[in-house]
T-cell receptor, first 114, second 117 residues
């Protein structure tokens, strides 16, 4: 079956712009979460959605937002981009978080802010 | 709050030698634990997970890990390293209950494994 699909894979934005990243989870998965990966901070949790509801949010400024649609697809948005937002953004999906269900990751979206 | 410590940001082993990547966790209640591998310019691939069943967990590509509650450890091992094992490895933890801190993975800083021919 198809894995977690993230689009776009690579993008370059200018400071002050905004960006929207998309994630399609594995079919049947209702939990979608997002992570930011940078060389300095490593992998950091952004937020998690289940059935269109945000259940948890990481320690990121309000410029970072997300949403989940009724088909479980998710988007995250970063407004007023800063140089420090350059990172690999990873989406992950799971059936749910009960019983340690496997959490599958996509290939990521590489964002460069110039 | 839960945390994960991976000892050694970079480990080098010879091809055919034992691979040992260390992971210690901090949690008031035994959590669920995961090891992921990341190849250059790729996402994360699950190697194995511990979800309170058997303490010795076998994963893909010949890797295994043992959950030791007394030592709060979940070290990753492989008896014989292959060149294809060169990658970055991440240990991660998530609560085994619903509540504060749930629905997220907390990752270690990662260990980059180099395999010398």
């Amino acid at each position: 079956k198809a894995g977690v699909t993230q689009t776009p894979r690579y993008l370059i934005k200018t400071r002050g712009q905004q960006v929207t990243l998309s994630c399609s989870p594995i079919s049947g998965h209702r939990s979608v979460s997002w992570y930011q990966q940078t060389p300095g901070q490593g992998l950091q949790f952004l937020f998690e959605y289940f059935s269109e509801t945000q259940r948890n949010k990481g320690n990121f400024p309000g410029r970072f937002s997300g949403r989940q649609f009724s088909n479980s697809r998710s988007e995250m948005n970063v407004s007023t981009l800063e140089l420090g937002d350059s990172a690999l953004y990873l989406c992950a999906s799971s059936l749910d978080w009960d019983s340690g269900n496997t959490i599958y990751f996509g290939e990521g979206s590489w964002l460069t802010v110039v | 709050a839960q945390s994960v410590t991976q000892l050694g940001s970079h480990v080098s082993v010879s091809e055919g030698a034992l691979v040992l990547l260390r992971c210690n966790y901090s949690s008031s209640v035994p959590p669920y634990l995961f090891w992921y591998v990341q190849y250059p310019n790729q996402g994360l691939q699950l190697l194995l997970k511990y979800t309170s069943a058997a303490t010795l967990v076998k994963g893909i590509n010949g890797f295994e890990a043992e959950f030791k509650k007394s030592e709060t450890s979940f070290h990753l091992t492989k008896p014989s390293a292959h060149m294809s094992d060169a990658a970055e490895y991440f240990c991660a933890v998530t609560p085994s209950y619903s509540g504060a801190g749930s629905y997220q993975l907390t990752f270690g800083k990662g260990t980059k494994l180099s395999v010398i021919p």
